[in-house]
């Protein structure tokens, strides 16, 4: 980590622009880490101009400060920004952003996932944090941290950590929040809002995956799946199918489920969750995807059957000891 503090490399380098960018389809870590990172710098850094480019955020985190200001269009009058930050991702997964990131002056990456190696001038990796979330915390200058940052933050470790019960929450996480709730916004509501609360669609979608999700390798592997035709009967988006893969992976004697979504011809967006006795990010990384050892991505090409075989192939191997 070649730097403690954003304000120091803003400093330093003399920067009057700033772009920022999550990855694709962004989850709540992305979304929050984003935004507490956009909010803090046009806080402390007026002069500075701050733009963020994400694809179209959910609307349960309309409440942000800054979600309205997001280029879901990717469009720009900058030619070159002075400074890019890739948030959450290596450069790779920003979509559109990704021009803007390599046209640049200087560039920083910052992100938590240890499939990442870092695509930036400067890097912020920490494949121990709980979140991208955490990261930014450990980046800003706390005395300028308020209501609407540290809410912003929370909100994003919530989501990476399951309220804070999946294993990579560790203490420093744990201080981290009890730091941020003391800023007095309503965390149980936040939480509710946030995390548990579904649509009468997403209940529908979520419902109908476990109802025909299916068993295999002796058990310990679930597989879930939803087409686009299914989708488009619920007139569904595919920020309604968060959280799906996780109630898979809730079942009693798996140790890893798959989750399909059918996103184009012959693809799909391939979700994976494990206990920790198979490394899903070593799966999703042969596929173009990466992640943690516990929760990890790829998008797959081929027939349901085909991705199913092929994921399936590397489970096993790992599950039984092999290669």
Same mark, same amino acid.
């Given at each position: 980590? *070649?730097? $403690? ?22 989850? *709540? ?9 956009? #909010? ?9 101009? $701050? ?16 979600? &309205? ?25 920003? /979509? ?22 870092? $695509? ?7 494949? &121990? ?11 800003? @200058? ?8 540290? @809410? ?24 981290? /929040?009890? =730091? ?21 669609? #997403? ?14 390798? %002796?058990?310990?592997?679930?597989? /879930? ?53 198979? =490394? ?8 173009? %995807? %990466?992640?943690?050892?516990? *929760?990890?991505?790829? $998008? ?17 191997? #790992?599950?039984?000891?092999? %290669?």
């Amino acid at each position: 980590m *070649a730097f $403690t503090k954003i304000d120091d490399l803003i400093d330093s380098k003399k920067i009057r622009t700033i772009g920022i960018a999550g990855h694709i389809r962004p989850d *709540a870590d992305c979304i929050c880490s984003s935004l507490a990172l956009w #909010q803090y710098l046009t806080k402390c850094w007026p002069q500075v101009r $701050t733009d963020v480019f994400l694809e179209e955020i959910p609307s349960i985190y309309s409440f942000i400060k800054g979600s &309205d200001q997001v280029h879901t269009d990717y469009v720009t009058d900058v030619a070159e920004y002075d400074l890019f930050i890739a948030v959450d991702t290596d450069k790779s997964r920003t /979509g559109r952003a990704e021009a803007l990131f390599d046209a640049a002056r200087f560039t920083v990456n910052i992100d938590h996932h240890v499939s990442n190696h870092g $695509t930036g001038d400067e890097n912020y990796l920490d494949a &121990d944090a709980s979140s991208c979330s955490e990261l930014i915390y450990e980046l800003i @200058e706390h005395e300028h941290i308020d209501r609407g940052i540290a @809410e912003t933050l929370y909100c994003g470790i919530i989501g990476d950590t399951g309220v804070f019960k999946y294993n990579c929450t560790s203490p420093k996480t744990m201080r981290i /929040g009890a =730091d941020l709730i003391s800023y007095g916004f309503d965390f149980n509501d936040l939480i509710d809002r946030t995390f548990y609360r579904k649509t009468y669609v #997403q209940n529908q979608l979520l419902g109908r995956v476990l109802m025909e999700s299916t068993l295999f390798l %002796g058990g310990k592997c679930i597989l /879930g799946m939803v087409s686009r035709k299914t989708m488009e009967f619920y007139h569904a988006t595919t920020s309604d199918l968060e959280g799906i893969v996780s109630q898979l992976m809730l079942t009693s004697g798996v140790v890893c489920a798959i989750f399909l979504h059918e996103t184009g011809s012959l693809e799909y967006k391939a979700s994976l969750r494990s206990n920790g006795m198979v =490394d899903v990010s070593k799966i999703a990384e042969i596929f173009g %995807g %990466g992640g943690h050892v516990r *929760a990890a991505g790829c $998008t797959m090409n081929g027939t349901s059957h085909d991705c199913i075989n092929n994921l399936s192939k590397y489970i096993a191997e #790992q599950i039984h000891g092999i %290669g």
